[in-house]
């Protein structure tokens, strides 16, 4: 044997050690970031703060205040019509869009998806301005009655439509066209026909995205804050508990109820997917879509409204931004725009948001890349393959006011080594990270399996390290797939409310909770200010991501066409 050869195999239990134990490290450290703060608000959750011993009494005792019991009604309720409403137009906006030959696809998809760019507060800040008591369309809701639940509700559907409408515009893109016509020479009238064939091929879609809309729904304080009125609901409960009452027991006691929907949602959408068959083989033949002047028109129409409702109240927080004093000075104006000068923590919350996301973004996607890469390519990480992907899919069912709340409880502890991160940005990022980690990691996963094993066999069998096949290989193919995951992160940190409002300190405050701390100043324009430059970044972060996806398709991704 040669020198080079005895060198190789001495090296490559090394590197083999190397991958496993860097796969460990990743899923310690996501342990950390989910276990600990979990386990730390459950125990929270059942300590006595007068005696402090376990037990049920704290709990039992939260659960009997008054309110506890009308807030949790409340939720439900809220919940559910909010579900009832946004399922109907998601799915006929999304059969429009994959379905009808209408023009303007393009732009109506974009329109439709524009309030994933704002914070869930901006809604509740444009409905004051149209429906208030100073609205300009106040005659609508007469004696004020948008504070309350149908003014929170319009605030959901427009913050839950788009992430209905991503899940239904998946599950209808996919469609046999033997199956149509099948049931058109059998006799099969349109209505047969989405019954038989439509029907149950996107059943696992409309159920996923009732799940998604019910549980953000329950979880999200941020319209009820703004335009609930009266009408309480338990996650606004946590955070006058936790916020407003310094009693972070009852609010410990809330976010395990939070939890329960949370989980519920996550089991039934895993045994609905477990029961979801393939409804699209090998030879099925793409549908293609005829022109019909009525249908497409009716469409287009449809889309046009839906899309125009959601634009105007998009477009009411950004006008109220730029208004000197609303309803009596409607000059154009920029005053609004000097936060130094109210109470929200300044331009400096806006740079810390700026800071974090970018962070969020750098390390989140390194950590999800690098974790999905080492247990689905590399041999020697896969005995941690089940702990990370069981981890991964943990934040799916933790609400991200329970999350952050656990964050206090876990790294704020003086016995916990890890105390001195707490009140810095970097908890922000983890949080951030843990918070949003689900949807990278499916993605990462979902690149990485469409990569055949034979890369791996053949840089081991000519002994490439599997460092450099993954820097030769698999990064440049899987790069459109870690630019999506690291927009995902940035955007998803910028409009973030519920998993950071907890964590924060002066310090450190953030862009989205300013605009919550000025909304309850009074300063209700500075707040639509700033939920406008949060539009604004992210709209001008997704431009930018796009840009570079286009740059590397010319350059490296050419073998794709």
């Known amino acids: ?309 959601l634009l105007s109240i998009l477009a009411m927080a950004v006008a109220a931004a730029f208004i000197k004093l609303w309803p009596y000075q409607m000059q154009f104006s920029l005053n609004h725009f000097n936060f130094d000068d109210v109470d929200g923590g300044g331009w400096g919350a806006f740079y810390n948001s700026l800071l974090m996301s970018l962070g969020t973004a750098v390390f989140g996607t390194l950590l999800v890349f690098v974790g999905a890469w080492l247990t689905e390519k590399v041999a020697a990480a896969q005995p941690w393959r089940q702990a990370l992907h069981l981890l991964a899919m943990l934040p799916m069912a933790v609400p991200g006011l329970v999350l952050g709340l656990g964050y206090v409880f876990f790294f704020n502890h003086p016995s916990n080594p890890l105390h001195g991160v707490y009140g810095t940005q970097a908890i922000l990022v983890l949080c951030s990270i843990a918070h949003f980690y689900t949807t990278a990691h499916l993605t990462a996963v979902t690149a990485l399996k469409q990569l055949d094993r034979e890369f791996e066999a053949v840089a081991a069998s000519l002994k490439v390290p599997f460092w450099l096949t993954a820097w030769r290989v698999t990064l440049p193919v899987c790069l459109p797939a870690v630019l999506d995951i690291a927009r995902y992160f940035f955007v998803g940190t910028m409009t973030t409310v519920s998993a950071v409002v907890f964590i924060y300190t002066p310090d450190t405050m953030l862009a989205s909770v300013s605009v919550l701390n000025m909304d309850d100043a009074g300063d209700t324009a500075a707040a639509a200010a700033m939920a406008s430059l949060i539009v604004a970044s992210s709209a001008l972060a997704c431009a930018i991501f796009a840009v570079l996806s286009w740059l590397l398709q010319r350059k490296s991704q050419r073998w794709r066409d």
């Open 1 to 309: 044997m040669s020198a080079a050869m005895m060198q190789a195999a001495q090296q490559r239990p090394r590197s083999e050690i190397f991958a496993w134990g860097l796969a460990g490290l990743c899923v310690l450290v996501l342990a950390m970031m989910l276990i600990g703060p979990l386990v730390a608000i459950l125990s929270q959750a059942f300590i006595d703060p007068a005696s402090g011993q376990w037990g049920w009494q704290s709990m039992a005792a939260s659960l009997a205040a008054p309110g506890m019991l009308q807030s949790t009604l409340n939720s439900v309720q809220l919940a559910l019509v909010t579900t009832l409403i946004v399922l109907p137009l998601a799915y006929l906006y999304a059969a429009a869009l994959c379905r009808t030959a209408m023009p303007g696809k393009g732009l109506m998809r974009m329109l439709a998806l524009l309030p994933l760019l704002a914070p869930s507060l901006l809604p509740g800040i444009a409905l004051v301005y149209l429906f208030g008591n100073q609205g300009i369309l106040k005659s609508w809701f007469p004696d004020g009655s948008i504070y309350g639940f149908w003014g929170i509700v319009i605030a959901q559907v427009f913050y839950t439509f788009p992430h209905a409408l991503m899940i239904l515009l998946t599950a209808l893109r996919v469609a046999d066209a033997r199956l149509y016509e099948a049931a058109t020479v059998l006799g099969a009238g349109k209505i047969r026909q989405w019954l038989t064939v439509t029907l149950p091929s996107v059943r696992y879609g409309l159920l996923s995205a009732a799940v998604v809309v019910f549980t953000l729904v329950v979880i999200d304080f941020g319209a009820a804050k703004v335009i609930g009125g009266q009408f309480n609901v338990l996650a606004l409960e946590a955070y006058k508990q936790v916020i407003g009452q310094q009693n972070f027991s009852r609010g410990a006691v809330i976010g395990v109820l939070l939890l329960i929907p949370a989980l519920l949602s996550f089991v039934l959408d895993h045994l609905a997917q477990r029961k979801q068959q393939a409804m699209l083989g090998a030879r099925a033949q793409p549908l293609v879509v005829q022109r019909q002047p009525l249908r497409d028109g009716l469409a287009l129409l449809f889309c046009t409204l839906v899309s125009g409702a």
